[in-house]
């Protein structure tokens, strides 16, 4: 076989190791969490409708995990990813079968009385109200 004049040659494991340190310099941190997040919450919904629901509990879980550290990154975006999230925890809620009322693994704990305020998923930091 004849080699072509115009081909290129193939790069050599040397180039291929310092054009890839050099995408690395470019790239930051917050790029691959967003990228992350945006990831998970897609897969999650695409699982949902093939009714694996553990696949969009760990998405749902992950995306909760991560959207914290990213969400200054993602500016005004950080509104649709919420809204995406809220969507998914909805769907899930709603369809699988480990979210059905009555279905809990583990029984509530008995209600403390005592004076008002946050409770437990807003003082978690788990649960989003608007102006705190």
């Known amino acids: 076989m004849e080699e ?3 081909q290129p040659a193939e790069p050599t494991e040397e180039q291929l ?3 890839y340190e050099e995408q690395l310099k470019n790239i930051r941190v917050d790029d691959v969490l967003v990228q992350t997040v945006v990831s998970l919450i ?4 695409r699982k949902a409708e093939d009714k694996d629901f553990d696949q969009v509990r760990q998405a749902i879980e992950g995306t909760r995990a991560l959207l914290p550290l990213v969400e200054e990154a993602l ?6 990813i919420r809204n995406a999230l809220s969507q998914l925890q ?3 809620a709603r369809e ?3 979210a059905a009322p009555g279905e809990t ?3 509530e704990p008995p209600r403390e009385e005592g004076p008002p305020g946050p409770g437990p998923a807003q ?4 649960l989003w109200v608007p102006g705190q």
């Open 105 to 107: 693994a583990e029984p």
């Open 4 to 6: 072509q004049p115009n």
């Open 17 to 19: 190791r310092a054009a």
């Open 75 to 80: 500016g005004p975006d950080a509104g649709q």
């Open 96 to 98: 699988s079968p480990a």
């Open 42 to 45: 897609n897969l999650g919904g």
């Open 90 to 92: 909805l769907l899930y």
């Open 123 to 126: 003082s978690s930091g788990r």
